[in-house]
């Protein structure tokens, strides 16, 4: 018989949820977003959890992402199917939106994480995958592909004297004009692990995960900050035929790259209202594009 699971209540990113997951299930949840409050109505959010999985059900697009591939059908403006490689899920949204799990570990799962971020959407916040740092004048983030240097431009800042928000994924609020920071630490390549290593004493044991060595901003030192005004965006560019340099950046072309950052919105309602605000953000903050030299990372100075 399996074990029943006392529902648990936390928050995370403004939304008060309600599990009966296995708290190992739901732990990235806790760990990324868990420190950010953000202002306002409160919103509900319950996931539920079966043992098991599900069969696909209608017509489906397949979504990629940096780690996995997973096939979404819409059954309507308000509900979707996720189907991962070892989890599924059903989102219904409305006034208390609901994330029904069906899995057979208790692992977290990439679909689970697809829907938080569809109803962090719907609540006006737009997640972007960038690095993120915070200096004075308020937030600069870093965008580019997987490889492009993100991390290493992060750490670049760092040495500069600027305090870190995120490495890999922010929440920008259009609404307050506000970027915040989910990550507790850097996601370190091994070429980016080695450069680092150059600047920071690294003591203790690190956490690999993904291919990735985790290394928590205490461990190099520095203070987090969690949340900064955005003011600007840096578009990065490896195995470009120009010359390294920075160079201005088109309206359009800032769109694209900001649209890439956020992965794919899951409805065509959330999609609409991303690419509005995405519109609104090209033209409000500064902007430059940076093209890099091929090879491992260099030292700033």
């Known amino acids: 018989m399996r074990e029943v699971i006392s529902p648990q209540q936390f ?16 732990s990235h949840l806790h ?30 697009i397949l979504l990629r992402t940096s780690t996995s591939a997973n096939a979404v059908s ?8 996720i189907y991962g490689e070892h989890q599924d899920v059903l989102l219904t949204l409305g006034s208390s939106s609901s994330i029904e799990v069906w899995s057979e570990t208790d692992a977290p799962g990439e679909p689970l994480s697809l829907a938080f971020l569809e109803v962090l959407r719907t609540i006006g ?16 983030a870093f965008l580019g592909e997987t490889g492009s ?25 259009p609404g307050m004009r506000l970027v915040f920071g989910t990550d507790p630490g850097l996601q370190c390549q091994t070429d980016t692990l080695a450069f680092l290593s150059q600047h920071f004493p690294l003591n203790g044991p690190l956490t690999v995960a993904h291919g990735k060595t985790l290394v928590p901003w205490a461990t190099i030192g520095t203070c987090w900050k969690t949340q900064a005004p955005l003011a600007e965006a840096c578009v990065l560019r490896r195995n470009d035929l120009r010359a390294p340099g920075d160079y201005h950046l088109p309206v359009s072309q800032r769109v ?14 959330t999609r609409d209202w991303t690419l509005a605000h995405l519109k609104m953000l090209a033209s409000q903050i500064h ?8 090879g491992p990372p260099t030292d700033p100075g």
């Not at 995370?12 to 299930?25: T, V």
């Not at 902007?287 to 091929?294: T, Y």
């Open 11 to 26: 928050t995370a990113a403004g939304l008060q949820i309600e599990s009966d997951a296995p708290s190992a299930l739901t």
């Open 31 to 60: 760990g990324r977003f868990s420190h950010i409050q953000i202002p306002g109505a409160p919103h509900h959010l319950t996931i539920r959890y079966n043992h098991g999985r599900q069969i696909h059900r209608g017509e489906t």
């Open 74 to 81: 819409t059954s309507t403006d308000h509900q979707l199917w």
């Open 125 to 140: 916040i737009i997640p972007l995958h960038a690095a993120v740092t915070s200096e004075d004048h308020g937030a600069s």
């Open 149 to 173: 240097g993100k991390t290493t431009a992060l750490i670049s800042a760092l040495l500069s004297g600027a305090q870190p928000l995120t490495d890999g994924l922010g929440l920008y609020v």
């Open 256 to 269: 694209m790259a900001l649209w890439a950052s956020t992965g794919m919105p899951l409805r065509p309602r």
């Open 287 to 294: 902007w430059c594009e940076r093209v890099l030299p091929d």
